[in-house]
């Protein structure tokens, strides 16, 4: 199989070419990304000069370049996005651009170049927000409430659309939230893992309780796998890891497996409309494919912390230029005026 996969040298995208190329002997894949910020080649080093890969600079809401890459595909994993709540909370203008045009762009380009499945990397945002209890299953309404899990919703709502009125072969995906190697460290993880390696602040935001169900990335891409070769045309498929945990406990065994003090956390200023709880009901991927995740969080979450630790010339080749006046603009404020440790 030839696949496109867009968004391939992002955090998910670069594990799921790396996945595909060291599971699929025969297949060949064509990355297609930007390079925004969130992008970075290093994270394909080793599989960018493999014979079975091309690499393709360029943007998912460009037609011109979208009909070039697809070119003789036979399926197309969308997982090209802008995916930051918090700047989405700044500025949405290139959320709409990428997460909802090129969304579009690239479903026209598979319907003309006959692409025979189309597998749209969607998230667990566009259900809103959780109580103490419940799970979001396939059939929970669509309620998102920061303007990048609209963005998200909208992008779904376009490839049902695809699906009911063209007959295109579309599946989407809804997962939790991830963790492992190569993810920028904008996200909770890894800017906790990699401040606390240098003894700076871990911001957490509000009281901490909110709660995540976190899945290793390397699940996530064996059920992104499962879907796109068994998945049924038309449907959504929930991925979770029923590991739920609050954001201070996160920030608790990060610490701990470091050997820093916990008085490294500060309670900052909260996030806008920041989502309590996300929890996945996963049954129907479960019983329909045969996927449930294989990582425990205990080990997942060790591994990833060990993966910062050795690979440090990666982040902090990361975090520097333009990553240091959006630490700042995000972050300054919040920590001089913030509370001491928990
Ligand atoms: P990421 O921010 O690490 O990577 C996104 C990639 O998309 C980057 O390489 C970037 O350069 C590329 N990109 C951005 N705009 C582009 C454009 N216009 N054209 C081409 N490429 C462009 O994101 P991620 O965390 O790897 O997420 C990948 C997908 O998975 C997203 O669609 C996201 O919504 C979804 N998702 C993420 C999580 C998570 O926990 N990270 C969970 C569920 C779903
Ligand atoms: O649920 C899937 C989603 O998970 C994906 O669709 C998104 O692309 C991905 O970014 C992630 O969204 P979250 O907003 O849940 O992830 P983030 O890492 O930004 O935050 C996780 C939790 O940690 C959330 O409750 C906010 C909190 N947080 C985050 C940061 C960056 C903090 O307390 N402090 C921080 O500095």
């Known amino acids: ?47 960018l000069d493999d014979p079975r890969h091309r690499f393709v600079r360029g943007d998912i809401a460009d037609a011109g370049v979208v009909a ?16 930051h709540v918090d700047r989405s ?35 667990d945002e566009v259900y809103g927000s959780l109580g103490p209890t419940g799970q979001f299953t396939e059939e929970s309404p669509l309620l998102p409430n920061s303007p990048y899990a609209a963005s998200k919703c909208a992008a779904d709502c376009l490839v049902r659309a695809a699906h009911q009125t063209h007959g295109l072969d579309a599946v989407i995906t809804r997962c939790s939230n991830n963790y492992g190697p190569y993810q920028f460290p904008e996200k909770l993880t890894p800017l906790f893992i990699t401040n606390a390696l240098v003894d ?4 957490l935001y509000g009281d901490g309780r909110h709660v995540r169900d976190w899945l290793h990335v390397s699940d996530h891409c064996r059920a992104l796998d499962q879907v796109l070769r068994t998945g049924r045309a038309g449907e959504v498929y929930n991925i979770g890891g029923g590991n739920e945990r609050q954001n201070h406990d996160i920030a608790a065994i990060i610490l ?4 820093k003090p916990a008085t490294l956390v ?9 989502d309590r709880r996300y929890a996945i009901d ?12 294989a990582l425990p969080f205990e080990d997942g979450i060790q591994q990833t912390i060990d993966w910062y630790r050795t690979h440090r010339a990666w982040w902090e080749a990361v975090k ?18 913030a509370k001491g440790g928990e």
């Open 89 to 123: 909370i700044v500025d949405a203008t290139a959320f709409l651009r990428t997460n909802v045009v090129g969304t579009q762009v690239l479903l026209d380009a598979a319907r003309r170049g006959g692409v025979r499945r189309f597998v749209q990397v969607s998230t």
């Open 320 to 337: 520097s230029g333009a990553y240091l006046d959006y630490y700042e603009a995000m972050y300054g404020d919040r920590l001089r005026a």
């Open 200 to 203: 700076e602040p871990l911001p």
């Open 1 to 47: 199989m030839k696949l496109l996969i867009t968004g391939g040298a992002g955090f998910i995208g670069a594990n799921l070419v790396r996945h595909v190329l060291g599971t699929h002997p025969t297949d060949s894949v064509v990355t297609l990304d930007l390079l925004t910020y969130a992008g970075n080649l290093a994270n394909l080093e080793g599989v």
């Open 256 to 259: 701990r497996a470091l050997e």
């Open 282 to 293: 996963a049954t129907k991927i479960e019983a329909a494919l045969g996927w449930t995740p």
């Open 68 to 83: 070039d890459a697809i070119t003789g595909v036979d399926a197309v994993i969308n997982l090209a996005a802008e995916t």
């Open 266 to 274: 500060r309670h900052v200023e909260d996030r806008l409309g920041h």
